[in-house]
Nanobody, 120 residues
Framework: QVQLVESGGDLVQPGRSLTLSCAAS????????MGWYRQAPGKQRELVAT??????NRYAESVKGRFTISRDNANTVYLQMNSLAPEDTAVYHC???????????????WGKGTLVTVSS
């Protein structure tokens, strides 16, 4: 089993910052991509930021210059969110493409999400 567990969601005022964390655990052989998507009420899930298979970062245009994705060596990624605005309100889901150690295929995993609410 492989799990993605997010943390860090909160209610914050516009202009403030927040950091989300996502930890991957379980029977992991290799992580190919790992990042963040979000889904606002009544909207489709959209990419926020991710590490790609090529090792580069990819960001949504709406968050460039405000959000930064980073990772450590312990299968955890972070999303530093600065200058938050009400339109950033959403459930933020961690997403990863992982090869578990019990199969030879790469599988897609999602976390349950953490709620970020930006409001005064």
């Amino acid at each position: 089993q492989v799990q993605l567990v997010e943390s860090g969601g909160d209610l914050v005022q516009p202009g403030r910052s927040l950091t989300l964390s996502c930890a991957a655990s379980g029977n992991i052989f290799s992580i190919y991509t790992m990042g963040w998507y979000r889904q606002a009420p009544g909207k489709q899930r959209e990419l926020v930021a991710t590490f790609t298979r090529g090792g580069t970062n990819r960001y949504a245009e709406s968050v460039k210059g405000r959000f930064t994705i980073s990772r450590d060596n312990a299968n955890t990624v972070y999303l530093q969110m600065n200058s938050l605005a009400p339109e950033d309100t959403a459930v933020y889901h961690c997403h990863a493409e992982i090869r578990p150690d019990y199969v030879t295929t790469v599988m897609e995993y999602w976390g349950k999400g953490t709620l970020v609410t930006v409001s005064s």
